[in-house]
């Protein structure tokens, strides 16, 4: 994948996490995502390591949430399975575009 293409699902990631600290109303990590995407945009290795460890930390939530909704689902006897796979799927698609974010392949000038 080129270099600027790269950073497409990682935009994507942060959006999706922005939108759902906002539903979970809070409101400091939801403005914390907003304030880290343009930092996608600076090609700066310092600047893609701190988004790394942003959407690693995201795919994390992602999990804390699907194991906190199948508990809450389960309590209630209702089905959980869509939602585990629905959620797996986001946590790995945010987990591979934090992958996608490597610093040295921004470096290259062949990689544009």
């Known amino acids: ?5 790269r950073l497409v699902p990682a935009f994507l ?9 906002f ?5 400091p990590l939801t403005a914390l995502s907003l304030i880290l995407l343009p930092l996608l945009f600076v090609k700066k290795q310092w600047n893609l390591r701190i988004m790394q460890i942003f959407l690693f930390l995201g795919s994390v939530e992602w999990l ?16 959980y399975m869509r939602m585990v796979l629905i959620l797996g799927v986001v946590c790995l ?14 470096s290259d000038p062949e990689s544009d």
């Open 93 to 106: 698609f945010t987990l591979c575009s934090a992958l996608l974010l490597k610093p040295a392949s921004f």
């Open 13 to 21: 990631s942060v959006v999706i996490l922005a939108a759902h600290f």
């Open 64 to 79: 804390r949430t699907m194991f906190m909704l199948v508990a809450e689902r389960k309590d209630l006897g209702l089905p």
């Open 23 to 27: 539903r979970m109303q809070n409101i």
């Open 1 to 5: 994948m080129k270099g600027r293409f």
